[in-house]
């Protein structure tokens, strides 16, 4: 591999750009506005506002589609889930499961389900 390509690699990956892009990308699939430009500076003045704790980070998903998404995998509707499907849940929208401290056992609540994909969106933002 050349010099250069290694350096440009590595310049990618410390600054966490294919993530922020793969980021940046979904969220225009998930609105697709008219003006995708304009939609992109505001998506990143908000990330920006957000590291400065002036307000919050651009969300993929809204409540209710945090509510469905728990509700595909509450496939019973017992109100609750596995550890396992929460951290498939994380996993499937690109957020980390590395710090989660869950028992294989345990059984996630939609409350707390909700609330830790809010912290984990967050997370996932604050890096950039």
């Not at 590291?51 to 609750?80: K, T, W």
Request: no cysteine; charged share 35%; proline share 3%.
């Amino acid at each position: 591999m050349a010099a250069g390509e290694e350096e440009s690699r590595e310049y990618l990956q410390r600054h966490r750009l294919p993530e922020l892009l793969h980021r940046l990308g979904a969220l225009l699939l998930f609105h697709r506005p008219e003006r995708p430009r304009e939609f992109l500076i505001q998506v990143l003045e908000q990330v920006k506002a957000g590291r400065r704790a002036e307000g919050e980070y651009p969300f993929l998903m809204d409540e209710d589609n945090v509510d469905a998404m728990f509700s595909l995998l509450d496939v019973l509707g017992q109100g609750h889930i596995r550890a396992a499907q929460y951290r498939e849940a994380l996993k499937t929208l690109g957020l980390s499961t590395e710090d989660l401290e869950l028992e294989d056992d345990a059984s996630i609540t939609l409350d707390e389900f909700k609330a830790g994909m809010k912290k984990k969106m967050l997370e996932s933002w604050s890096v950039y």
